[in-house]
């Protein structure tokens, strides 16, 4: 079993519609969770972390993290056709710093 | 403006050949990292190094290896690509103070024939 598990989609919205992303994860040891956008043909680029439980915001962005139920999400707000990408969530791995876990991936698609 | 940057967009190779895939970073960051990207699998660690001439394995180092001569480079090599080789590779660094924020190259997409 994967330690953090992630629908692939593809997840498609209308454009101004709220994108709602989750990840499950089975260690509840974990404490630090990231979420990366991957353009087509790009590489991952950080777009928001959060420790712990509660939520963080950064403008049309929130990520969510619920440790009861080992559960972590991102919510897109009014998304734009230039949200369309592949999200991944991610977590430091246990046994060693500076390595990840990643999840699978989502594909988002924003139609106009 | 932060970057790491990786040798090749795409390559072709033929099987039993010989590869070299590049990443150099400008961000003086200790750690570097090579993954492999395949549909359904997500990113996969193939190995990294936290320092220059250190590495260790990451989850799936069969029929890898690679080399860190200097800090700003890392290299990964198939010794002899198989087309089950055939993938996106990402090279991503870290600094040691802030390991948790990985920064990715633009990907090289093999294809092992």
């Known amino acids: 079993q994967k330690e953090v598990e992630q629908d692939p989609g593809p997840l498609s919205v209308p454009e101004g519609a709220i994108v709602s992303l989750n990840c499950t994860y089975s260690n509840s040891a974990f404490q630090y969770f990231m979420w990366y956008r991957q353009y087509s043909r790009k590489g991952p680029e950080l777009l928001m972390y959060t420790y712990s439980s509660g939520n963080k915001e950064d403008g049309r962005f929130t990520a969510q993290v619920d440790k009861s139920s080992k559960y972590i999400s991102l919510f897109i707000r009014d998304s734009q056709p230039s949200d369309s990408a592949t999200y991944l969530c991610?977590?430091?791995?246990?046994?060693?710093?500076?390595?990840?876990?990643f999840g699978a991936g989502t594909q988002v698609v924003v139609t106009p | 403006d932060v970057k790491v940057t990786q040798s090749s967009r795409y390559l072709v190779k033929r099987t039993g050949e010989k590869v070299f895939l590049e990443c150099v970073q400008d961000?003086?960051?200790?750690?570097m990292f090579w993954y492999r990207q395949d549909p359904g699998l997500g990113l996969r660690l193939i190995y990294f190094?936290?320092?220059?001439?250190?590495?260790e394995k990451g989850d799936i180092p069969e029929g890898y290896s690679v080399s860190r001569e200097k800090k700003e480079r890392f290299s990964l090599i198939l010794e002899s690509a198989s087309t089950n080789q055939t993938s996106m590779y990402l090279c991503?660094?870290?600094?040691?103070?802030?390991?948790?924020?990985?920064?990715f190259g633009p990907g090289t997409r093999l294809t092992v024939l």
């Open positions: 991503a660094s870290s600094s040691r103070t802030r390991y948790n924020e990985q920064f």
């Open positions: 190094s936290y320092d220059v001439k250190m590495k």
């Open positions: 991610a977590t430091p791995a246990r046994d060693s710093w500076g390595k990840f876990q």
């Open positions: 961000m003086d960051h200790e750690n």
